[in-house]
T-cell receptor
C-alpha cells in the first residue's frame, strides 16, 4: 500500500537556526498535507500542496512539493521555541474515503 | 466552542475490561475517523464513517467496534482490553470523504494495566 518516508525522526536546533523535514514517496502523489502536533496536543492541519513544484509560505514556514510529486519538504526559517512539536506529512491512501497515510513524523526540539 | 471533542481525555483500566471513547463534532462534517497514535507517535487510521456508513475499516482486531449514531458522533468501543491497546486515540472529522482537511479532537490517552 501507499507509504511515505519522513526524515529525520528527531531534530534538535538552537533557537534561530533553520529546520527542514522531508517526505518521500516511491509513487506519484496526488497531493500532500502537512500537520503539526504540539507536545501533549493533537495534529493540526497546516497546508495542502497539490501542484507539481508548488511552493507555499506561511510566515517563517515554507512548504514545497517536488516536480515529480514524489517528495515534499517543510522548512522553518529562524526557529522559535513556539515551533517545538512533531511535524507530519500525510498523503491520500484512497481518494474516495479520505484515508490519510501519515509519515513517521519529525520531532523538533528548540533550545532557547 | 470546541470543534471536535472527545471523552474521556484519560482512561486507565485493567486488562480484560471493556471501555468506550466518545467523539462529537459540531462542524457539520459528513466524515469522521478514528486514529491510533502509539508511543513512537506513529499515527494510523483505524476506521472512518461517512454519513453514518463505515467506509474505512483497517486491519484492526475485532475487539474494536466503532459506532456512529448520527453523523456528528462516532464512538469507539473496545472489548477485552490488552496491554498493547495502550495508546492515544484521536477522533477526527472532515467535510467529506475525499481530499479534505481533517480536524482532530484532543485525544484520549488509554492506559491498560
Amino acid at each position: 500500500g501507499q507509504q511515505v518516508m519522513q526524515i529525520p525522526q528527531y531534530q534538535h536546533v538552537q533557537e534561530g537556526e533553520d529546520f527542514t523535514t522531508y517526505c518521500n514517496s516511491s509513487t506519484t502523489l496526488s497531493n500532500i498535507q502537512w500537520y503539526k502536533q504540539r507536545p501533549g496536543g493533537h495534529p493540526v492541519f497546516l497546508i495542502q500542496l497539490v501542484k507539481s513544484g508548488e511552493v507555499k509560505k506561511q510566515k517563517r514556514l515554507t512548504f514545497q512539493f517536488g516536480e515529480a510529486k514524489k517528495n515534499s519538504s517543510l522548512h522553518i526559517t529562524a526557529t522559535q521555541t513556539t515551533d517545538v512539536g512533531t511535524y507530519f506529512c500525510a498523503v491520500i491512501g484512497s481518494s474516495n474515503t479520505g484515508k490519510l497515510i501519515f509519515g513517521q513524523g519529525t520531532t523538533l526540539q528548540v533550545k532557547p | 466552542d470546541t470543534a471536535v471533542s472527545q471523552t474521556p481525555k484519560y482512561l486507565v483500566t485493567q486488562m480484560g475490561n471493556d471501555k468506550s471513547i466518545k467523539c462529537e463534532q459540531n462542524l457539520g462534517h459528513d466524515t469522521m475517523y478514528w486514529y491510533k497514535q502509539d508511543s513512537k507517535k506513529f499515527l494510523k487510521i483505524m476506521f472512518s464513517y461517512n454519513n453514518k456508513e463505515l467506509i474505512i475499516n483497517e486491519t484492526v482486531p475485532n475487539r474494536f467496534s466503532p459506532k456512529s449514531p448520527d453523523k456528528a458522533h462516532l464512538n469507539l468501543h473496545i472489548n477485552s482490553l490488552e496491554l498493547g491497546d495502550s495508546a492515544v486515540y484521536f477522533c477526527a472529522s472532515s467535510q467529506g470523504p475525499n481530499v479534505d482537511t481533517q480536524y482532530f479532537g484532543p485525544g484520549t490517552r488509554l492506559t491498560v494495566l
